[in-house]
């Protein structure tokens, strides 16, 4: 099981990013998957959760109503859709599926002027 999560970059504040996640080793579409970010010196953070078969997705406070998250089953690719974007939303950001161990390498999200 592999997650390879591209679409970081710099940004300024009040603007948008798409983060997605290729999964492989497994078909996304029976899993929940979710996106975490750590930033730094902080504990990893819970962003967003999609049940299997993306019957309902649910966002951690700090991201509510900013960030979209999606999934492809077609591709075996979850999205991040992130707008809005504050300082504080800089971190790392990884996608998963708790069903299993791995993590992928994580994108680079910094979010200054």
């Known amino acids: 099981v592999q997650f390879v999560e591209t679409g970081g970059g710099l940004v300024q504040p009040g603007g948008s990013l798409r983060l997605s996640c290729a999964a492989s080793?497994?078909?996304?579409?029976?899993?929940?998957m979710t996106w975490y970010r750590q930033a730094p010196g902080k504990e990893r953070e819970l962003v967003a959760v999609?049940?299997?078969?993306?019957?309902?997705?649910d966002y951690g406070n700090s991201v509510k109503g900013r960030f979209t998250m999606s999934r492809d089953n077609a591709k075996n690719t979850v999205y991040l859709q992130m707008n809005s974007l504050k300082p504080e939303d800089t971190a790392v950001y990884y996608c998963?599926?708790?069903?299993?161990?791995?993590w992928g390498q994580g994108t680079q999200v910094t979010v200054s002027s």
């Open positions: 999609s049940t299997n078969f993306g019957v309902s997705t």
């Open positions: 080793g497994f078909r996304i579409s029976s899993y929940v």
């Open positions: 998963k599926s708790p069903q299993f161990a791995s």
